[in-house]
């Protein structure tokens, strides 16, 4: 039996007794990436997090509309509303692509590490430039019902009148007051009646690439609006849970919060869950070059698995690095240095090599139960029930490596199996199958050359440095290209170019 799931809201401040609108369903959405360019590892542990907590509410045997949608306009630099450039329109016209063949590249490259990391798909993932109509509907009903308003072709919600009905900077806490304060001096900012107030609809200037038709001009919806009209059309005006990086609460899901009510007077998720930052050695992870060190702070999640970054000292396979995401609460920061990965690689193995030899456990015992028959119930409840208090992974992690050293006991004949009910180690068995792969999402990638999914995982992660490195040459990066052949011949992995494409192969 499952303890009864508590989740830490961001909007209440406080953890809560989970309850869903329907019983037995759910209705999750996740803000997704922006895809202007290769994904980042910031962004990679945000879905691992909810990829775990997709698979815990699947695990308790609720059924799950998970949303999390692809960001393909209107995000623009900066994180501004006005007077900057959108991210995909700067990227196509510097790579001189169309905006959809920008969006289609790195939407696949972000599809390909969600599959490489073993996460499970959403059950919809919707585009923002689908779903302009349903956009223009909502910034409509806004106007209609008095939160928005108009000024040469771009429309503003009006944050002063939702503040005076009190609901303005509910989930980050601001206070109208203050923004006047922090809001930066930006192009087209005297068209907004208070400097608070956001776009939600902008009127295009002649060079953007990505316009449509609207009431109020040719342009493109605000960022925040996305969210607001996608969401509500695939879960409803009023849902369980709505996620994503702490980054967003401000101003992207308080803003999306404004529009939910002032399209329908409707709070739209009952639950906010934020995920915290990825940080490298101790800050915040920055491609910029370091002047002390001569390094920047950063690392690609293809220099991860392969090892060629100067801040890691060898290469770490996916499921470990899985692994060290799940060593943290998705709360917490993490922290990532080559110290901790290692360690990481280290327990992740000492967990699958427990799994085995758990799995391979055959008790003659008889049906009689002692002290240890207890002591291993416990822990089993206590790993549940761990997961069950806001998802807290890493201690339901502890629960089971204190279940490690009992398993190698029984092995080793330290312990009696005559002190376990046979239930009891089959009870066993079936719980470190159902966290390490069904919960924790985990691979074993520990079995060289073999075991299930193991070729799988290593063909997806050899396919997408294959990409790497053809994108390195063709934009005549040698120096990248000649390491990542040098590190796979290191490691026995030979790549071979012909005319159908790289193959790749073991020594
Ligand atoms: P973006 O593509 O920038 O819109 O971000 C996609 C998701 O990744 C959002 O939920 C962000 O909050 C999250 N994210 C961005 N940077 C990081 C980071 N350093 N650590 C964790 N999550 C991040
Ligand atoms: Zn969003």
């Known amino acids: 039996m499952s303890a009864q799931l508590k989740v830490y809201n961001s909007l209440t401040r406080q953890k809560e007794i989970f309850k869903p609108i329907n019983e037995g369903a759910i209705g999750m959405y996740v803000c997704g990436p922006t895809v202007y360019s290769d994904v980042h590892l910031g962004n990679c542990r945000t879905f691992v997090s909810f990829d775990v907590i997709y698979r815990y509410l699947l695990h308790l045997g609720y059924k799950v509309r998970y949303v999390r949608n692809i960001t393909d306009v209107g995000h623009l630099e900066g994180d501004a509303d006005t007077g900057a450039e959108d991210k995909i329109s700067k990227k196509a016209k510097l790579e001189q692509l169309e905006p959809m063949e920008v969006v289609q590249k790195y939407m696949n490259g972000f599809h390909d590490m969600m599959a490489v990391f073993n996460t499970l798909k959403p059950s919809i993932e919707p585009r923002a430039t689908g779903h302009i109509v349903e956009q223009i509907e909502m910034v409509q009903s806004i106007i209609d019902n008095g939160f928005a308003y108009e000024k040469n072709g771009s429309v503003y919600f009006d944050t002063v009148k939702l503040a005076k009905e009190g609901d303005?900077?509910?989930?980050?806490?601001?206070?109208?007051?203050?923004?006047?304060?922090?809001?930066?001096?930006?192009?087209?900012?005297?068209?907004?009646?208070?400097?608070?107030?956001?776009?939600?609809?902008?009127?295009?200037?002649?060079?953007?690439?990505?316009?449509?038709?609207?009431?109020?001009?040719?342009?493109?919806?605000?960022?925040?609006?996305?969210?607001?009209?996608?969401?509500?059309?695939?879960?409803?005006?009023?849902?369980?849970?709505?996620?994503?990086?702490?980054?967003?609460?401000?101003?992207?899901?308080?803003?999306?919060?404004?529009?939910?009510?002032?399209?329908?007077?409707?709070?739209?998720?009952?639950?906010?869950?934020?995920?915290?930052?990825?940080?490298?050695?101790?800050?915040?992870?920055?491609?910029?070059?370091?002047?002390?060190?001569?390094?920047?702070?950063?690392?690609?999640?293809?220099?991860?698995?392969?090892?060629?970054?100067?801040?890691?000292?060898?290469?770490?396979?996916?499921?470990?690095?899985?692994?060290?995401?799940?060593?943290?609460?998705?709360?917490?920061?993490?922290?990532?240095?080559?110290?901790?990965?290692?360690?990481?690689?280290?327990?992740?193995?000492?967990?699958?090599?427990?799994?085995?030899?758990?799995?391979?456990?055959?008790?003659?015992g008889k049906e009689s139960a002692g002290d240890l028959d207890k002591e291993i119930n416990d822990l089993i409840d206590l790993a549940f029930a761990e997961m069950s208090d806001d998802f807290n992974a890493p201690k339901a992690l502890a629960r089971l490596f204190e279940l490690v050293p009992k398993i190698n006991g029984l092995k080793a004949g330290h312990l009696a199996f005559d002190q376990i009910a046979v239930s009891t180690i089959e009870r066993l068995k079936t719980t470190f199958n159902t966290f390490i792969f069904d919960i924790f999402g985990l691979k074993d990638d520990t079995i060289a050359g073999g075991g299930d999914g193991e070729y799988e995982t290593l063909d997806g992660l050899m396919q997408m440095v294959i990409k790497i490195r053809q994108n390195a040459r063709q934009n005549k990066d040698w120096g990248t290209a000649d390491t990542i052949r040098d590190t796979l011949k290191a490691l026995k992995l030979q790549l071979k170019d012909g005319k159908e494409g790289t193959e790749w192969s073991k020594e």
């Not at 070059?289 to 950063?298: M, Q, R, V, Y």
């Not at 990965?341 to 456990?361: C, D, F, H, I, T």
């Open 168 to 364: 303005y900077g509910k989930l980050s806490g601001r206070v109208i007051e203050e923004l006047l304060v922090e809001t930066r001096d930006l192009k087209n900012q005297d068209e907004k009646r208070h400097p608070s107030d956001f776009a939600i609809w902008i009127k295009a200037a002649p060079e953007h690439l990505m316009h449509w038709n609207s009431p109020w001009s040719v342009g493109f919806p605000g960022w925040h609006l996305e969210c607001s009209a996608m969401s509500t059309k695939y879960l409803g005006n009023n849902f369980d849970i709505h996620g994503g990086g702490n980054d967003l609460k401000f101003p992207h899901h308080e803003n999306e919060i404004a529009q939910n009510y002032g399209s329908c007077n409707c709070q739209p998720a009952n639950y906010w869950l934020h995920t915290n930052m990825l940080l490298m050695n101790g800050k915040k992870m920055s491609k910029s070059i370091d002047p002390e060190t001569g390094i920047s702070n950063s690392i690609a999640p293809g220099e991860l698995f392969t090892g060629d970054n100067p801040n890691i000292s060898k290469g770490y396979s996916p499921m470990v690095v899985r692994f060290f995401m799940l060593q943290s609460h998705y709360s917490s920061t993490l922290d990532l240095t080559d110290a901790a990965l290692s360690a990481a690689e280290k327990a992740y193995r000492r967990l699958m090599e427990g799994n085995k030899v758990l799995q391979e456990l055959s008790p003659t």
